[in-house]
């Protein structure tokens, strides 16, 4: 996950802030989907590592992230934003491991649920929310 989290942040998009991250995901499939920050000179519109690593992952036909690094460079720990563990929350358990990772290896491994206490979710809409189990379906 690491180095597939060290070739993405390669490749991130990231000229205004020059803060590059890289990110890998674990679905519970065991498949692995990584990703990097894609910055857009309209800042706002920029994307964060976690997000990309969540598309690629739902747009495969996974729905549950089992654990996830994140990566960045400097010496600073780097925790998800505040958007990404909601991001990450609408398809990880609370107990989801995430590892805070630098060039040198794993820095720091927490959980969701730490990152994200009290959290607003599927579960507060009263809903199931996303299918939590499923496999990846074949194409009709
Ligand atoms: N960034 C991420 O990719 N993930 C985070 O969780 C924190 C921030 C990116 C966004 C932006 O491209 C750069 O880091 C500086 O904020």
Redesign the pocket.
Known sequence: MLDLARRALAN???P??R???G?CLRAASGRLYA?????NAAYPV???????AIGAMVAAGDREIAEAV?L?EGAEL????G???QQLGEFARPEARVHLCGPEGVRVTTTLGELLPLAFGPDTLGRSGAPRRRGRRSPR
């Open positions: 991130a998009h990231a205004y802030s803060f590059r991250v990110a990703g990097c920050n894609v910055e920029g994307q964060c590592a976690e997000a990309t994140v960045t780097c925790a998800p934003c958007r990404c563990r």
